[in-house]
């Protein structure tokens, strides 16, 4: 038995450097497989032997992120009821990722292994901002609103949760950077920025794209656009028997 022992410079989560040094291997190894055949058995052992199973979770990174955009645009669709609000939502969290993403190549030249899945997360969770500070805007519209007065009173009620919200993200993420793995504390970093690029992006870019959307939606060929959701008719009550349907729920929830 024979064995060639190596101390690798990068960790296992670099698919180039892994790919690198799994062919230098190969072709280490190639004479032997040819001289001895089936009589001995060669191979590579250690973090990188199944690299094949690396392969697949690069592949199924990019999976991810396309599944993760259509299944967000599907429910901006389901949930506003128009196309406008898909520009917005989809679109804010579009340039989150491109600047998370000028970021990751600023500070780390590349996504590893485990940061090729943050895009797929921020559309996922960066939109939650999006969501909530458009949907109460556009239900004060329905009431009457103007959009002006509309966002101004959404950022105001809101920013106090949405900011929470936020912070209590970042904070979960930036644990991960008491990690000595390099893949984990990566993730950690390029993921708070991503979400926090994504909060502010709620108060810098969606009241004005709403705006711009609203002013577009009211010329002829633009009508595609409308934000508005239908006047309410009245204002819905809760029913009678919510309350003593919501302590039952909440009885199985804390014995559960």
Known sequence: MGVVQAVLKKPSSDIAYVRTVLTRSDEMLDPLRKEL???????VEGPYKDFRELESLSSNGTRATVVSVALTVLLVLVFFRRAGPIFLVVGQAGISCLLTLGFAALCYGRLNLYTMFVIAILFGM???YSFYLFGYAQRLVQKGKSWEA???QALLDMSASLFASAATTVAGLLTLLS???AGFFEFGVIAAFGISTSFALTYLLLPSGVLLGHKLSLHR???WLMLDLKPAKSIPTAPAWLPRFSSITAGLAIVG
Do not use: K, M, N
Not at 37 to 43: A, F, L, R, Y
């Open 126 to 128: 960066g939109t939650d």
């Open 150 to 152: 509309a966002l101004e």
């Open 37 to 43: 055949g089936s009589e001995i058995q060669v191979g």
């Open 221 to 223: 060929g633009f009508g």
């Open 179 to 181: 990690s000595r793995f």
